[in-house]
């Protein structure tokens, strides 16, 4: 079976650091894909891990670790426009299966 | 990043009608997708297809139906809507993450509002 899981909600301060944790369990698996989503919109990409390790893109970084079915993404500097949903999805052979979403509320 | 539409923007149906949702890219992408965002669900995937007339099933695809007759239109039909169709749906196409390198990323349109009645 295929099990997807990240927290429900999170709340942080504006300019503290937030970290997102993603465990999975796939049948297959060719990488880890991080989506921000604010109310009422589509899901736009943020990050993409393959290989285990940090990838660091500004602010935002992901960290993947496949022997342990694990990921995190990790938010610093938090902005009031950081408030949003943030999936968590693996890819196995062109499917794409998402969790249920982070829900983060950055407060003043 | 690929242009999709995805029409009709917001819907409101009876329960026992058909209903078809169309999505439309314009970057000649193969493969193309299809799923429902639902609270405390989260994205779960209806269809997808990798090419004209080459489709498959996702998680959740009783009650669904799709076609593909052209690369650039995806449709996704609910042959007789009940009121547990009603959700928002994504039609997502999938895109080089960094041309020349290789990865691929999903593209998501801006989403469909149903609501079965």
């Known amino acids: 079976g295929q099990n997807i899981d990240q927290p429900t909600e999170m709340t942080a301060t504006e300019g503290a650091i937030v970290q997102i944790n993603c465990t999975y369990q796939?049948?297959?698996?060719?990488?880890l894909f991080w989506y921000q989503q604010h109310a009422g919109e589509a899901p736009t990409f943020l990050s993409y891990?393959?290989?285990?390790g940090l990838e660091e893109k500004g602010r935002f970084s992901s960290f993947l670790s496949r022997s342990k079915g694990y990921s995190y993404l990790l938010l610093k500097e938090l902005q009031m426009k950081d408030s949003a949903s943030y999936l968590c999805?693996?890819?196995?052979?062109?499917?794409?299966?998402f969790g249920t979403g982070t829900r983060l509320k950055v407060l003043a | 990043d690929a242009g999709i539409t995805q029409s009709p923007r917001h819907k409101v149906t009876e329960t026992g009608t058909p209903v078809t949702l169309r999505c439309h890219q314009t970057?000649?992408?193969?493969?193309m997708y299809w799923y429902r965002q639902d609270p405390g669900h989260g994205l779960r995937l209806i269809h997808y297809?990798?090419?004209?007339?080459?489709?498959d099933k996702g998680e959740v695809s009783d009650g669904y139906s799709v076609s593909r007759s052209k690369t650039e239109d995806f449709l996704l039909t609910l042959e007789s809507a009940t009121s547990s169709q009603t959700s928002v749906y994504f039609c997502?196409?999938?895109?080089?993450?960094?041309?020349?390198?290789?990865?691929?990323?999903?593209?998501f349109g801006s989403g469909t509002q149903l609501s079965v009645l």
């Open positions: 999805a693996v890819s196995g052979t062109y499917k794409y299966i």
């Open positions: 796939t049948s297959g698996f060719n990488g």
């Open positions: 891990n393959v290989l285990d």
């Open positions: 970057e000649n992408h193969r493969y």
């Open positions: 297809s990798y090419g004209v007339k080459d489709t």
């Open positions: 997502a196409t999938l895109q080089t993450l960094i041309p020349g390198q290789g990865g691929e990323k999903l593209f």
